[in-house]
Nanobody, 116 residues
Framework: QVQLVESGGGLVQPGGSLRLSCAAS????????MSWYRQAPGKGRELVAS????????NYADSVKGRFTISRDNANNTVYLQMNSLKPEDTAVYYC?????????WGKGTLVTVSS
């Protein structure tokens, strides 16, 4: 079965950096686009970044452009989110996502807290 396991979250000061990882299994990872979403306290889930199956195309939410970078390692079935210049408003649970045929799969998320 499809499994997505996020890691790398934690507490960081404003202006700091974190790198999130999502280890995928149960499907042919290299065939599918992957995405990162986030959900801040009291808000809905929003798309942060996505990457095509081969890694050649990426998209970002306006709020993170220039600060976050999504990448993937198809040999190791892992997608990453490098987050730089973090702001308090980036505080959220970050989720890995894949849409496979008609099914959408989510990981359990990793909490990122940006605070001094």
């Amino acid at each position: 079965q499809v499994q997505l396991v996020e890691s790398g979250g934690g507490l960081v000061q404003p202006g700091g950096s974190l790198r999130l990882s999502c280890a995928a299994s149960g499907f042919t990872f290299s065939r599918y686009s992957m995405s990162w979403y986030r959900q801040a306290p009291g808000k809905g889930r929003e798309l942060v970044a996505s990457i095509s199956s081969g890694g050649g195309s990426t998209n970002y939410a306006d709020s993170v452009k220039g600060r976050f970078t999504i990448s993937r390692d198809n040999a190791n079935n892992t997608v990453y989110l490098q987050m730089n210049s973090l702001k308090p408003e980036d505080t959220a649970v970050y989720y890995c996502n894949v849409v496979r045929t008609i099914m959408t799969y989510w990981g359990k998320g990793t909490l990122v807290t940006v605070s001094s």
